[in-house]
């Protein structure tokens, strides 16, 4: 687990809510408070979607960010900034199984691990915290610190300046 803190908040929020610099991941949930607080669980509903959507478009448990973006920046437009903001993103399954084979983790664990990166807004900071869970026990860390090498690479290959805190 590395946190991070953005030094540009516009470059941040610019990358996250108005390019595709993030647009690889899942959203697993998303919290703003404008005037009111919205809630948003990215959980997909596959009731909504048809076998074939669900089948062509390779639906994942979680909705893309890529879809869910749009709306989440619907609830921070405005001429306010927001109260604060949280959003939960997860690497895509796929993803995670190359994040594993490429940095020489225990390709077993690809299976039972997850990678996400907790967004927080609040008080005119923004922070990153990069966080790694797995269904398996193991004392081997090598999976958490090849998500943190990861993230602490994404940001500045993205032209986002953060710094750890």
């Keep these: 687990m590395v946190a991070f803190e953005a030094d540009d908040l516009k470059a941040f929020t610019a990358g996250l809510?108005?390019?595709?610099?993030?647009?690889?991941?899942?959203?697993?949930?998303?919290?703003?408070?404008?005037f009111c607080t919205f809630?948003?669980?990215?959980?997909?509903?596959?009731?909504?979607?048809?076998?074939?959507?669900l089948e062509?478009?390779?639906?994942?448990e979680y909705a893309a960010w890529k879809k869910a973006r749009p709306f989440c920046f619907e609830m921070i437009r405005g001429k306010?900034?927001?109260?604060?903001?949280?959003?939960i993103?997860?690497?895509?399954?796929?993803?995670?199984e190359k994040l594993i084979a490429g940095g020489s983790g225990p390709a077993d664990l690809s299976a039972s691990s997850c990678f996400f990166l907790n967004i927080k807004y609040e008080n005119g900071k923004l922070s990153c915290?990069?966080?790694?869970?797995?269904?398996?026990f193991t004392?081997?860390?090598?999976?958490?610190?090849?998500?943190?090498?990861?993230?602490?690479?994404?940001?500045p290959?993205?032209?986002i300046a953060v710094r750890k805190i």
């Design 17 to 34: 809510f108005m390019q595709d610099t993030f647009d690889g991941f899942l959203l697993q949930e998303a919290s703003v408070t404008t």
């Design 39 to 53: 809630s948003v669980d990215g959980r997909t509903s596959h009731g909504f979607f048809s076998d074939e959507e």
């Design 56 to 60: 062509e478009e390779k639906i994942e």
């Design 80 to 87: 306010k900034l927001p109260v604060s903001f949280k959003i």
């Design 89 to 96: 993103l997860r690497l895509s399954p796929k993803d995670t």
């Design 129 to 136: 915290i990069s966080m790694a869970s797995s269904n398996t």
């Design 139 to 155: 004392r081997d860390r090598t999976v958490e610190h090849i998500w943190d090498e990861y993230a602490g690479k994404f940001f």
């Design 157 to 159: 290959a993205h032209g």
